[in-house]
T-cell receptor, first 112, second 113 residues
Framework: DAKTTQPPSMDCAEGRAANLPCNHS???????VYWYRQIHSQGPQYIIH???NNETNEMASLIITEDRKSSTLILPHATLRDTAVYYC?????????????FGKGTKLSVIP | EAGVAQSPRYKIIEKRQSVAFWCNPI?????LYWYQQILGQGPKLLIQ????????DSQLPKDRFSAERLKGVDSTLKIQPAKLEDSAVYLC???????????FGEGSWLTVV
């Protein structure tokens, strides 16, 4: 699976959009980009995933560049409850080895 | 829909003792995972089951860790004997099948003293 690079930490003002970048320059054609977050003392929570097209759900939007070498997770109106560690993970679409390999993620702090 | 259930939530044991964690995945989920998360690090996969068969246990320290999923539903993870470095959160996760979105439980916090 392709390796990802994320900034170790970011701050965002409450009510503003939080844009979390992820670099995955070695991604291959059948690999998906997944985003999870982990709020303190809780298990990782699934946010969103995509292959090529941009995706949006009730939690966030995922923007994947045309060359697929990077992506951005957007939380449109960050709240204090969005303070968490955000993990960007690339995994192969081969069903036999579908596993999440976590890096260190980005610690997002939402500031009042 | 009920999520992944884990118990106990917290456990403190002395080194060389044994401990067992239980996981009940989301109903209908055939794939089950156990992860270990040491403080300050991301979760690390220990073992993956597909129904009651092991798909990958390459990162499970088999000299002290064991896991089973006898009827393809609930699973237990056992550590015997425990070491200080086993202090971590043990996360269970499940998915409908390999290739589908993976959902995590709240984790079982282990402290070995």
């Amino acid at each position: 699976d392709a390796k990802t690079t994320q900034p170790p930490s970011m701050d965002c003002a409450e009510g503003r959009a939080a844009n979390l970048p992820c670099n995955h320059s070695t991604i291959s054609g059948n690999e998906y980009v997944y985003w999870y977050r982990q709020i303190h003392s809780q298990g990782p929570q699934y946010i969103i995933h995509g292959l090529k097209n941009n995706e949006t759900n009730e939690m966030a939007s995922l923007i994947i560049t045309e060359d697929r070498k990077s992506s951005t997770l957007i939380l449109p109106h960050a709240t204090l409850r969005d303070t968490a560690v955000y993990y960007c993970i690339v995994i192969s679409g081969w069903a036999g080895s579908y596993q999440l390999t976590f890096g260190k993620g980005t610690k997002l702090s939402v500031i009042p | 829909e009920a999520g992944v259930a884990q118990s106990p939530r917290y456990k403190i044991i002395e080194k060389r003792q044994s401990v067992a964690f239980w996981c009940n995945p989301i109903s209908g989920h055939a794939t089950l995972y156990w992860y270990q998360q040491i403080l300050g690090q991301g979760p690390k996969l220990l073992i993956q089951f597909q129904n009651n068969g092991v798909v990958d246990d390459s990162q499970l320290p088999k000299d002290r860790f064991s896991a089973e999923r006898l009827k393809g539903v609930d699973s237990t993870l056992k550590i015997q004997p425990a070491k200080l470095e086993d202090s971590a959160v043990y996360l269970c996760a499940s998915s409908v099948g390999s290739g589908n979105t993976i959902y995590f439980g709240e984790g079982s916090w282990l402290t070995v003293v």
